[in-house]
């Protein structure tokens, strides 16, 4: 399977919103409310920021927020900040009894 | 705190094998599925392999099926990666992430280790 589509780069100015879209398929994104994002920064691991296409974990800023139509699903960054500048990946379960992982996107803060 | 430690990486001959291993803490081990993923040098992010808390479901992604064994040991606390006949594109950072869920199905990762690095090379 093909990774999901993600743009590769995004960029907005403090205190801007941006939004980040995850392409995949029925079989994917459109099948199952069971996408996630993650955030890295450089040399670090993963953080979960969204999981079940719209839930933040605890301690995540109320500035992430997600959503889905159809096989595409967005995460949206409110208020942008100097420390939202990383990598973003979106994840989905798939009618194969897998995972996949977006094609990640590099956030820049202008 | 919930804890993960990988650890086991290094540097393998292709055609060679290694095992990885994931010390979890801070965390009831056998009421959630575990996951590896893995990222290549200056790469994206690729799912490797799940595992049930139980043990008794395991998947793994087209690129490593046939030749990595996901395994755990829920009295140790510990997960496993077994990869075997490894080719230079396998050459990556491995991380092990816990699941929300019990269940390794319809789930994310919220925690994650900071990673082990495997070089393939000869």
């Known amino acids: 399977q093909s990774a999901l589509t993600q743009p590769a780069s995004v960029s907005g100015f403090p205190e801007q919103s941006i939004t980040i879209s995850c392409a995949g398929t029925?079989?994917?994104?459109?099948?199952?409310?069971?996408v996630s994002w993650y955030q890295q920064h450089p040399g670090t691991a993963p953080k979960l920021m969204i999981y079940d296409v719209l839930n933040r974990p605890s301690g995540v800023s109320y500035r992430f927020s997600g959503s889905k139509s159809g096989n595409t699903a967005s995460l949206t960054i409110s208020g942008l900040q100097t420390e939202d500048e990383a990598d973003y990946y979106c994840?989905?379960?798939?009618?194969?009894?897998?995972?996949?992982f977006g094609t990640g996107t590099k956030v820049t803060v202008l | 705190d919930v804890q993960l430690l990988e650890s086991g990486g290094g540097l393998v001959q292709p055609g060679g094998s290694l095992r990885l291993s994931c010390a979890a803490s801070?965390?009831?081990?056998?009421?959630?599925?575990m996951t590896w993923v893995r990222q290549a040098p200056g790469k994206g992010l690729e799912w490797v392999s799940v595992?049930?808390?139980?043990?008794?479901?395991?998947y793994y992604a087209d690129s490593v099926k046939g030749r990595f064994i996901i395994s755990r040991d829920n009295s140790q606390k510990m997960v496993f990666l077994r990869l075997n006949n490894v080719s230079a594109e396998d050459t990556a950072t491995y991380f092990c992430a816990k699941h929300r869920r019990l269940n390794w199905n319809f789930d994310s990762f919220d925690f994650w280790g900071q990673g082990t690095m495997v070089v393939v090379s000869s």
């Open positions: 595992i049930s808390g139980g043990g008794g479901n395991t």
């Open positions: 994840c989905s379960y798939t009618s194969n009894n897998t995972y996949l």
């Open positions: 029925r079989s994917d994104v459109g099948g199952y409310n069971s």
């Open positions: 801070g965390l009831t081990f056998s009421n959630y599925a």
